[in-house]
């Protein structure tokens, strides 16, 4: 199934001013919940809540092999960086400070993860590691970490672990090889049920600076549309590190309570309101922006 492209380019709301739809621009939501194939309907896209200012220098600063002009020609559709498990690893640093390789950074959990996956994975089940910079939810600080510990995230079961180093090639085979989950492990990992859906932005600037200018405006703005529909004790808006697809930037996934993650690329400013009333709210699939979901739940 083939779908239509954005009618908004962002390279033209980089490089110029803050971009409003015309009431003439229609988008296709697939109706819910998130089964595919489906009858589609259209709605207006709605202008942004507040109005962030684009600079006017962003695509000229931008250099010649990192540029947005050919968007439009690259589909969105299948895009995503295929795994069977996601798993986002609270960063103990900032984002703006993750290296181009957060997985090669000694004193991140994620080197740890990157140092083993090879080996204590299934190639037949690709397991996709992340650091976030995110808010802990509120149940979790009631267990506070040890010094070496990181509370890392498991999709799409939905369940945090604490962790350290040592235990990581354990937890590995244990939890995310199908392989070896049933061998007892010496360490016993207890699961923290998350009840938080959340909202991830690909804000890793040392990797690609498409997906520090586009995250610096949308993070933002989701803050404000989540706010303004009430969502705040339910939805949190994060950062995420490099996901796959610079040139679809802005990169943007959403996990909802039941674990499935709904990828979008080349989200702008504009697009968020949209995206958190159709896809957290109403549970609809905005097509124009659709890289993917993950479980895929196509068939």
Excluded at 33 to 50: A, C, D, M, N
Excluded at 63 to 82: E, W
Excluded at 170 to 198: G, H
Excluded at 228 to 237: A, D, E, P, Q, T
Aim: hydrophobic share 35%; net charge neutral; charged share 25%.
């Amino acid at each position: 199934m083939r779908f239509t492209l954005p009618l908004l380019n962002v390279n033209t709301v980089l490089s110029k001013t803050r971009l409003k739809p015309k009431l003439t621009e229609t988008y296709t939501f697939l109706r819910k919940p998130y089964h595919f194939p489906t009858t589609s309907s259209h709605k207006s896209l709605s202008s942004p809540l507040i109005q962030t200012q684009f600079c006017d220098e962003c695509a000229t600063t931008l250099p010649t092999d990192k540029q947005l002009s050919d968007r439009a020609l690259k589909p969105l559709n299948s895009t995503t960086a295929p795994h069977w498990k996601h798993v986002l690893i609270h960063s103990k640093v900032k984002a703006k400070d993750w290296g181009s390789k957060v997985e090669l950074m000694p004193s991140e959990l994620i080197s740890e993860f990157g140092r083993l996956i090879r080996n204590s994975t299934d190639p037949f089940h690709p397991v996709l590691v992340s650091n976030v910079e995110l808010e802990i939810p509120e149940p979790l600080q009631e267990h506070p970490l040890n010094e070496d510990e990181s509370w890392v995230l498991v999709y799409p079961e939905n369940e945090y672990y604490k962790l350290n180093k040592d235990q990581v090639e354990e937890f590995m085979l244990e939890k995310l090889n199908p392989n070896t989950s049933a061998t007892p492990s010496k360490t016993q990992f207890k699961p923290y049920t998350n009840s938080q859906e959340l909202i991830l932005i690909c804000g890793h600037a040392k990797r690609d600076i498409r997906c520090e200018i586009a995250s610096s405006y949308l993070q933002p703005e989701f803050n404000h549309s989540v706010s303004h529909h009430s969502l705040s004790s339910r939805v949190k808006v994060g950062l995420i590190s490099h996901i796959g697809g610079h040139v679809y930037a802005g990169n943007v996934i959403y996990f909802d309570q039941r674990g499935l993650a709904l990828w979008y690329g080349r989200v702008e400013p504009l697009h968020v309101d949209s995206i958190v009333r159709e896809s957290v709210i109403a549970e609809n699939v905005i097509t124009e922006l659709y890289r993917g979901r993950v479980p895929d739940q196509s068939e």
